[in-house]
């Protein structure tokens, strides 16, 4: 008798999908879901939660066809310095304002490798601080403040 392998990498991260594909087909069926030709706000929703919950079981059907490895390390100084990114720009980007705001996030995210060194690491935050402008407030035309109330002279 065959015994049983899987990856449990794998097996996790397909019932995480599926999980979150049913929750928001749960949600997305309490709104207006319309037609493909006119479609309500709870349409495009629903399709990607379906399109969640598929990939979750194509992932949890490939896991249980391999063995997986064994957990290695986990990466706690990435997730010390990648996770709180979006946290600090959605408190500081009303004050401060998108420029600063960004600036400062990249600069955090930066460090999340150990290789990474200061000089390097001001010069990727003002080169994704300038990409982000031109694209987001002049490419785009997005109404927001490039410099906040708590910066203003």
């Known amino acids: 008798m065959k015994s049983l392998t899987f990856d449990g990498t794998n097996v996790l991260c397909g019932a995480v999908f599926i999980g979150l594909g049913g929750f928001f087909i749960y949600q997305c069926l309490t709104l207006e879901l319309g037609t493909a030709l006119r479609m309500g706000p709870g ?12 990939l979750g079981v194509i992932v949890l059907v490939q896991a249980m066809r391999v063995e997986g490895e064994p957990f290695g390390p986990i990466a706690l100084r990435g997730m010390l310095f990648i996770l709180p990114a979006p946290i600090a720009f ?4 009303r004050g401060l304002g998108f420029v600063p705001s960004l600036f400062l996030i990249a600069l955090i995210a930066a460090f999340a490798s150990a290789r990474m060194k200061v000089p390097l690491a001001i010069l990727l935050a003002v080169a994704i601080t300038l990409f982000s402008v031109v694209v987001f407030s002049y490419a785009l035309g997005l109404p927001f403040e490039r410099f ?3 910066v203003r002279f």
């Open 90 to 93: 959605g408190l500081t980007v």
């Open 43 to 54: 349409y495009f929703p629903l399709l990607l939660a379906v399109v969640l919950t598929a």
């Open 148 to 150: 906040g109330p708590w």
